[in-house]
């Protein structure tokens, strides 16, 4: 089978010559910072905590949320640790060798065949 003519309007369009200058290199990045590594709402957290006045201020304000009875302090702690510690990981335990061929039998059965 012989390959189609490509079409005039469907071939790559080069770039203009004054163009030339400001293309991409073979290997370099669009993007050579990369994403963010971190977000705001976590640099800010990083500052109050790194600052002893306003942590000092801030273990106040929590322990008064606490004993008036709410969640407020405690959510306040959690987000806090969340972002600057990162989240708690769960580890989990799973039984992960199961043969393909008892799996489909048993599938079979659960099924009527």
Do not use: C
């Not at 969340?82 to 799996?103: C, W």
């Amino acid at each position: 089978m012989a390959e189609p003519a490509i079409k005039k309007e469907n071939r790559k369009k080069s770039l203009p010559k004054e163009a030339e200058p400001y293309k991409f290199k073979p290997g370099q990045s669009g993007n050579p910072s990369g994403r963010p590594k971190k977000k705001p709402i976590t640099e800010l957290f990083e500052r109050i905590m790194s600052n002893p006045e306003l942590v000092a201020k801030f273990e106040a304000s929590i322990a008064n949320s606490i004993m008036k009875g709410g969640m407020a302090g405690v959510m306040y702690v959690k987000e806090a640790a969340d972002r600057i510690e990162g989240k708690v990981t769960q580890p989990i335990e799973a039984d992960i060798s199961v043969n393909l061929a008892d799996a489909i039998a048993e599938a079979r059965k659960r099924a009527g065949r």
